[in-house]
């Protein structure tokens, strides 16, 4: 293939898109301007001409970087070339491609866009991932195929869908502390969209009377404050669901993963099944409360995306209920068996757990007294420091504060490290290591034994007295490792040397000497 260029369609998306940019800029000139007494008719031409020019950069800016970029797909490599002052040259083996990720915000959607990141399956920030944007719609996916040799599956055939949206779901969105906190961020958010502007509504007198209305009737105001709180980040919680899980499918095409989901701004991630490492059932406290949890893949290259961007790009569903994430992920755990095609249950019928749940070791006593001590210690020491200000100023009353995280610490400690201790397990099946840990964010890891690498054995001073490690594996996918925490020391040991025969004895065998 020779070299290609981008989309010129880009001109009209970078056109709107630099209307963000505008609307700011223009308002706080004429704001600047109208109080420089300037006449109507000068404030609105000094607007049109500083648009015009913010326009034209953003264009001029467009046009130079779709002149100087290329790309081509030969038989062994995909190539880009790249840069305005400084040009790059770079290029990945088809044969390392491990994943296409196509995005379209709803500007490039309407142009009918998309961008392409092309990754080979190391992790970002290591000039292992090449981006295209953009490209026409129809280019992207059929350039996606072309490098992952990928047909679409029937959707009648048993390798076809692994699960779709069911807005039935997004009664699990508002689980989340943020759902608390949404007022406030909105707020927050809305603070700084009109301080771009030029305007300010929170000024000292506003402040002032807004706390004095509160103080007025406290009983009234302050749940009335919680509850609208608690309202806009419930509404906010399920708009953003809503989002970014709309259109959601996840399916299975010849040796891969494709999700697709997205509302406004469209996501399409195709993954390998070769770099599946595992898979990880994630159950935040509030949402495991409410009978929820999400299902994460562990695989090489995959975490935070990069370019500042703040989705988990390993998130394969949406909260949904428990016993459906569990046979997702065990279907997703057990893909590349031969029998993988065909699994024992329906993802679609509620039911069998996924086999880590039942048999999973449990860990010494010795672990949860070591929690128990950690949550009374945390608890005495926040009430030390709450009772510290009353205590130097002399405030009547002082020992309100620290009575209160005392009355309230103490058991939400125990409870806290109580729930710690119960989810802490392992496993060893034929073909995964099985790790649970966790209470405030519970994590199920059943990570592919052929895929682990090596061993971390890390025993601190209270850990050797109370007869228990820490044992890691290490593996080049995900997090990187996977602890096994607080196991006895003998058990540790063994859970090691039987998951990976070969890997430990050697080790072992000196120890023994």
Do not use: C
Request: proline share 5%.
């Amino acid at each position: 293939m020779s070299w290609r260029k981008l989309s010129s369609r880009s001109l009209g998306a970078s056109s709107v898109l630099s209307l963000a940019i505008v609307a700011p800029v223009v308002t706080v000139l004429a704001r600047t301007l109208i109080g420089l007494d300037w006449p109507a008719g000068a404030t609105v031409a000094a607007g049109a001409g500083a648009a015009a020019l913010i326009v034209a950069g953003v264009l001029a800016y467009d046009v130079a970087r779709l002149r100087s970029t290329r790309w081509r797909l030969t038989a062994e490599r995909l190539e880009l070339r790249s840069g305005i002052a400084v040009r790059q040259h770079r290029s990945i083996p088809r044969d390392r491609v491990r994943s296409v990720d196509l995005r379209a915000d709803p500007v490039r959607r309407v142009f009918g866009l998309t961008v392409v990141k092309v990754g080979t399956g190391e992790h970002a920030g290591e000039g292992t991932e090449l981006t295209l944007d953009p490209l026409p719609r129809q280019e992207a996916e059929a350039l996606r195929r072309t490098l992952l040799r990928a047909g679409a599956v029937p959707l009648g055939d048993e390798g076809g869908a692994v699960a779709e949206l069911r807005w039935a779901w997004i009664r699990y969105a508002p689980l989340t502390v943020w759902s608390f906190a949404g007022g406030a961020l909105v707020l927050g958010a809305l603070y700084k969209l009109l301080d771009a502007f030029g305007v300010n509504l929170f000024t000292t007198g506003t402040a002032s009377d807004a706390w004095g209305w509160v103080m007025e009737r406290p009983w009234s105001a302050v749940p009335l404050l919680v509850a609208v709180n608690v309202v806009v980040g419930v509404a906010g919680a399920m708009l953003l669901f809503a989002e970014s899980w709309g259109r959601y499918r996840l399916e299975r095409e010849p040796g891969r993963l494709r999700l697709r989901r997205g509302l406004l701004t469209s996501r399409s991630l195709t993954l390998e099944e070769r770099r599946l490492r595992g898979v990880e059932l994630s159950e935040p406290l509030l949402l495991r409360l409410g009978g929820g949890a999400r299902v994460k893949a562990v695989a090489t290259g995959l975490g935070k995306a990069a370019e500042n961007e703040t989705e988990d790009v390993a998130a394969l569903t949406p909260p949904l209920p428990r016993a459906l994430a569990e046979q997702i992920a065990e279907r997703v755990a057990n893909l590349g068996r031969s029998d993988a095609a065909t699994p024992a249950t329906d993802p679609w019928q509620a039911g069998a757990a996924g086999p880590w749940r039942a048999g999973l070791v449990a860990h010494p006593a010795a672990a949860g007294r070591r929690r128990v001590v950690r949550a009374l210690v945390t608890v005495a020491a926040l009430a030390s420091l709450a009772g510290l200000p009353p205590l130097l100023w002399a405030w009547p009353g002082g020992w309100i504060w620290p009575a209160t995280v005392l009355a309230i610490g103490f058991p939400a400690g125990l409870w806290l490290a109580g729930d710690a201790y119960r989810g802490l397990g392992h496993a060893l099946g034929p073909r995964h290591l099985v790790t649970r840990r966790g209470s405030a964010v519970r994590r199920t890891v059943a990570l592919d034994r052929s895929g682990i690498v090596g061993w971390t054995i890390e025993q601190s001073f209270f850990q050797r007295r109370a007869g228990l490690l820490t044992l890691s594996a290490t593996t080049a996918a995900g997090d990187g490792h996977y602890d096994v925490v607080d196991v006895g020391t003998g058990d540790g040991l063994d859970l090691a040397a039987r998951a990976v025969p070969g890997l430990l004895e050697p080790f072992l065998a000196g120890e023994e000497q």
